[in-house]
Every structure is written in structure tokens, then in C-alpha cells.
């Protein structure tokens, strides 16, 4: 027990230590070209038709109008993660409440989750929101 | 013969070492630690000590269990230690082997390998499950044989203990010692998601049985490694991280259309699908080579320009 206990201690200094040396970095995703650049990696065959980039530089979804393809970028620290979906791929995706409110995607992947979308330009969360639509298995709920 | 769990004595070691690592990657500037990708790190050698304590039992009766119908009886003396250490990274090698080239291990190691970054944090990122999914079975036909499961544990330890340190970008290649062991370099091909890299150097401290079972790559400097897995991980979460496979091979199990298939999906290595449209680490390295092969082709027969 105590040794576990010795653990977490060990795990609080090694965080708080990496937290000082400036050790937690964000990956940014500050334009269309890191976002083509990161799924042509992944799907070089997606045509991103569209592209939205979060206020926060932290995400980007991008549209397949062909294949009817969703391209999810999210940063990861300081790498990125790519995930393509169809059509009923979404668990859900909420409604923000407030302009300040991020649109938030459940995945039904389980190594991609969710992500955040955040921009205070309501037309273009309308947008995103409308396009998002038919990828949503689950209706859309109040955040 | 009582022996010490030498991984308990390595924590303090380890802590240390790490210290040093992320000072030493601040001194040079280098991005080789980012802090929540080391606390998931951290984090899941936690959970896996814990799963230990849980669920250690289960290794520890099997061992005795078997060792009770043993074919020799060898003694549990110093002279053993060594050979056992030798017998026990063989098993790991194939242990490690098939953790890569059939999924069912693979859910549980998939946690090892799941950080981008490459450095002694990642040495402890460990599964949760691989007690439970039974994945110490490669080492009881040395226990049947008669090692004393003692001297079993007690060398697995130390080959825990050994490969700590190869896990840093901050030690390049090694000279006479990359001939037969296993080094930092070697390893880092390992965590490698390159196509060259793919199911390569699978031991553990000797880099021997590689050599010896064709799965050996060296590292080579025009392609640096790229760490990670190929579907890289969209999250940090501890719990997602140790089970995110096993959910789904879950899934594919439940959408599987024949019995046969679903025993493919548990069994067969990660990426293989029925209709093909995954691929497995293998089929990527092939397509890999034959792209190579294309290229050097191409350039040979590329018309010498008159003179």
C-alpha cells in the first residue's frame, strides 16, 4: 500500500517537474494547409471540400461533399490525431447553450472520443452544425 | 531460495532517471517529453501496479501449478540464474512476438506502444490487462521444463529492469553492443510506426533472437522514426488508453456474420479484416517494399541521356 501510495507522489513530482521545464505543449492547427497536410497522411484519398478550424487552434473538421466523408483533427499535446467518419458515425453532437459554449462531437470510436469545437462566429457553428447532421446517429441534445 | 522483486528496488532508480531525461531534453531543447502524455505514461505504470497487486495471483499459482509436474528438477541455486535469464528473454521474445501479431495480445500491449514520443516515461506506460488475458503462458513451458518459478519471476524482473533505459532518444547507437544486444536504437525501431519499421526487433535484451528469427531492423538515419501506433490516439484518458482494443474487438466480435470470423478478429494479427479493407502491419510493410522495389526499378531502367 505504501508503495503505491510512494507512486502517486512520485507521478505528482514528475508532473509538476515537467509542468516547470514548460514540457506541455499544444500542437497548433492554425490553418487549412497543417489540416490538409495531417489527413493526407492519414486518408490521402479525403477531398477536404470544406474546412472549419476552432477558435482555439486545438481542431478542425473537414468535409468530404464526394464520398460523404468527415475528417476530425484534433491536437493530441504536441502531435495531432486524424479520424475519418461516414454517414451515423457520431454518437451525438450538442447544442452549445452560449456563444461561448463549444460544439461538442461524441465519436463512436473509442480511440477518438470526442472533440470541441469552439468559435464564437454563429454562423459558422450553424453551418457546422447543419453539416454535421446526417453524420449524427443520435439526435442532437442541449449541452 | 528467496529472491527480491527486482522491479520494486528500480522504482526509486527509475524516478531518478527521469528526472535527469527531462532536464537533460530541457538543456537541449529537445521535445522529447510533453507533460500529459508523460503523466498518462505515468499513470498507466501505476494501474499496472495496482493490477499486480489485484491480479498477480493469477501468474503466481499457474507457475507452481505447472511447476508441480515439471519434467526435471532443477535446483534453485545461483548457477540457474543465469541460463534462466537467457530462457526467460527467449520467451519474452516470442511473448512479445505474437503481443504484436495477434490481436488478442495485442489489446493488452497496444497500451505500451500507444505515446507519440519516445522516452523513459514511456517504459512504464504498461497494460492493465495482460495478467488477466493470461499473457505470461509464453513462459510456462520453461516452468514445465523445471525452472524454479522463484528464479522465473525474479529474471523477468530484471529483464523489466533492463529494458527501462533503452526507452530514450537521448543515447544513439552503441558500437559493438548493437551486435547482440538490445539498445535504445534497436528499441526505438521497435516503437516505430514507419513501414520499415513495422513488427521488428521484438526482444528484450538480447537483440540476438531477432537476428536469429529474421525480424531484425536496424535503424537507419534517412528514415527517423515516427512513434506511436497507426491510429494514433485521440485522447489521454488512462482508462481509454488500457481498454480502447479491447472495446473494439468487442465490436467487431458482436458484428462479426460467422463464428469463424469472429474468432479471426480475436486471433489474427491487428488490422485484418474479412473484406480486406484494414490492413495488418504485415500487408503495410509488403506494400511498403514493393513501393521501394518499384522506385529502384524505375531508376535503372531510366534512359542514360546522350552524351
Known amino acids: 500500500m505504501i508503495q503505491l501510495i510512494l507512486s502517486l507522489v512520485a507521478i505528482g513530482f514528475l508532473a509538476i517537474l515537467s509542468l516547470w521545464l514548460g514540457q506541455m505543449r499544444t500542437a497548433p492547427l492554425d490553418s487549412i494547409q497543417t489540416v490538409k497536410a495531417r489527413l493526407s497522411k492519414v486518408d490521402p484519398e479525403f477531398r477536404s471540400d470544406r474546412i472549419f478550424l476552432s477558435d482555439d487552434k486545438q481542431a478542425a473538421l473537414a468535409f468530404d461533399d464526394g464520398k460523404a466523408g468527415l475528417a476530425l483533427v484534433r491536437a493530441i499535446g504536441d502531435h495531432y490525431s486524424v479520424r475519418t467518419f461516414g454517414h451515423g458515425d457520431l454518437l451525438e453532437v450538442s447544442s452549445p447553450r452560449t456563444s461561448a459554449d463549444p460544439v461538442v462531437l461524441r465519436t463512436k470510436d473509442a480511440t477518438f472520443p470526442r472533440l470541441r469545437f469552439r468559435t464564437k462566429d454563429e454562423q459558422l457553428k450553424n453551418e457546422v452544425a447543419q453539416r454535421l447532421e446526417p453524420f449524427v446517429a443520435v439526435k442532437r441534445v442541449p449541452s | 531460495m528467496t529472491l527480491p522483486d527486482p522491479v520494486q528496488y528500480a522504482i526509486p532508480v527509475f524516478v531518478v532517471l527521469i528526472v535527469a531525461e527531462m532536464l537533460l531534453a530541457r538543456y537541449r531543447g529537445t521535445v ?24 498477480g495471483s493469477i501468474a503466481v499459482a499457474t507457475y507452481y501449478l505447472i511447476h508441480d509436474y515439471a519434467l526435471f528438477d ?9 541460463i534462466c535469464f537467457v530462457a526467460d528473454d527467449f520467451a519474452y521474445y516470442w511473448f512479445h512476438r505474437f503481443s504484436h501479431e495477434c490481436r488478442y495480445f495485442w489489446a493488452s500491449h497496444v497500451v505500451h506502444h500507444s505515446s507519440q514520443h519516445y522516452n523513459l516515461s514511456t517504459a512504464l506506460r504498461q497494460t492493465w490487462t495482460g495478467r488477466v488475458s493470461f499473457s505470461f503462458i509464453f513462459y510456462l513451458p520453461f516452468v514445465y521444463l523445471g525452472f524454479p518459478p522463484e528464479i522465473m519471476f525474479f529474471c523477468g524482473g530484471l529483464n523489466l529492469v533492463y529494458q527501462f533505459w533503452i526507452h530514450t532518444e537521448a543515447i544513439d547507437k552503441m558500437g559493438p553492443l548493437e551486435l547482440f544486444m538490445n539498445t535504445p536504437s534497436h528499441h526505438r525501431v521497435h516503437h516505430g510506426t514507419n513501414p520499415r519499421y513495422l513488427d521488428a526487433n521484438y526482444a528484450g535484451t538480447f537483440i540476438i533472437w531477432d537476428k536469429m528469427f529474421g525480424t531484425f531492423v536496424p535503424e537507419a538515419e534517412e528514415d527517423p522514426v515516427e512513434y ?29 456474420r460467422s463464428l469463424g470470423e469472429a474468432v479471426s478478429y480475436i486471433f489474427q494479427a491487428p488490422g485484418w479484416s474479412p473484406d480486406g479493407s484494414r490492413k495488418t502491419a504485415a500487408q503495410l510493410k509488403a506494400e511498403w517494399r514493393a513501393e521501394q522495389d518499384r522506385r529502384s526499378s524505375t531508376k535503372l531502367k531510366k534512359p542514360v541521356p546522350a552524351e
Open chain 2, 32 to 55: 522529447s517529453y510533453e507533460t500529459r502524455d508523460t503523466v498518462a505514461s505515468l499513470m498507466m505504470g501505476f494501474g499496472n501496479s495496482v493490477a499486480g497487486v489485484l491480479f
Open chain 2, 74 to 82: 532443477i535446483p534453485a541455486v545461483w548457477w540457474v540464474i543465469p
Open chain 2, 228 to 256: 506511436g501506433i497507426i491510429k494514433r490516439l485521440g485522447t489521454f484518458n488512462p482508462l481509454r488508453i488500457a481498454f480502447h482494443e479491447w472495446i473494439d474487438i468487442g465490436k467487431d466480435v458482436v458484428s462479426s
